[in-house]
């Protein structure tokens, strides 16, 4: 069993850039590799594994407003890289998932506030919870070496017939320059804290997932503030109850992202 970490859509408009302002346009390639582990045994079973493994190809124009700088994230294309189950029906999902586009504001903090969710396939939609808290926060770039500051996300998230309300807490830390690619860089270290509450429809009855996540990852931003990439993995303890099984259902996933430019 695959469990997604989705991300939420604000329902606030999103403002409106002037028509001269400077515009950036920045290319993302976006991998992200989960894995799970359920215990079935309250339903007679033993343990099973899965791994899903997807790429995404990101085209995100920011466009300088009042306030920060209105973003438009477009995902050029989808491939599914590898699957334990279902490999037909996750590639369709991924080919449907092109051109899927959202907006919101990119905060001068770099918070993405009021992401929406314009349009695009169900596929599309593995990759909200990487964009809820994409860009490093806290204005990374200008601290100094050593220092350390925190920043809280909260979003619920819809998806077919059910709901997730996820709160991710993350510390961060500059740890000074170093090498990204080739070139020089700001590395930026983080740890992290999820705590997630959830529930969806089935065909057997309503299942609810509870659970918590601990995180470490590392930014690359330039020295004028550009995300270049990075890399961060949360492993989490989920305990799904459902009216099928006559006992709470234990269940352990591992997510590692990974970002760079291309």
């Known amino acids: 069993m695959f ?6 859509s604000a329902l606030a408009a999103v ?19 989960a894995q799970s ?3 079935l045994s309250a339903m007679g079973a033993g343990e ?13 124009t920011l466009k300088d407003t009042t306030g920060g700088r209105a973003l438009t ?21 991924a080919d449907s998932a ?11 903090k770099g918070k993405i506030d009021n992401l929406t969710f314009v349009q695009g396939g169900a596929g599309a939609q593995q990759f909200e919870a990487v964009l809820a808290g994409f860009f490093p926060r806290g204005n990374a ?49 983080t740890t992290s804290t999820t705590s997630s509450v959830g529930s969806q429809e089935g065909p057997g009855g309503d299942m609810q997932l509870e659970g918590n996540g601990v995180g470490a990852g590392t930014y690359y931003v330039s020295k004028d503030g550009k995300y270049l990439g990075g890399t961060n993995t ?29």
């Open 234 to 262: 949360v492993n989490s303890n989920l305990t799904i109850t459902t009216s099928q099984a006559p006992a709470p259902i234990p269940l352990k996933a591992r997510t590692t992202i990974t970002v760079s430019t291309y």
């Open 3 to 8: 469990v997604k970490l989705l991300a939420a």
């Open 73 to 93: 994230a477009v995902l050029d294309s989808m491939r599914v890289d590898s699957a334990t189950v279902q490999v037909a029906e996750l590639q369709m999902l």
């Open 141 to 189: 770039h200008l601290r100094k070496q050593g220092e350390s500051w925190s920043d809280t996300l909260s979003y619920t998230s819809t998806n077919g017939g059910g709901s997730t309300s996820i709160k991710l807490m993350t510390v961060f830390t500059n740890a000074g320059e170093g090498m990204y690619n080739g070139g020089k860089a700001l590395t930026i270290t």
């Open 15 to 33: 403002a409106t850039p002037a028509p001269t302002a400077p515009v950036t346009t920045i290319n993302y390639k976006v991998s992200v590799l």
């Open 98 to 108: 092109a051109g899927a586009t959202w907006h919101g504001m990119l905060t001068e």
């Open 37 to 39: 582990t359920i215990d």
């Open 48 to 60: 099973q594994k899965s791994t899903t493994g997807f790429t995404g190809y990101f085209t995100m």
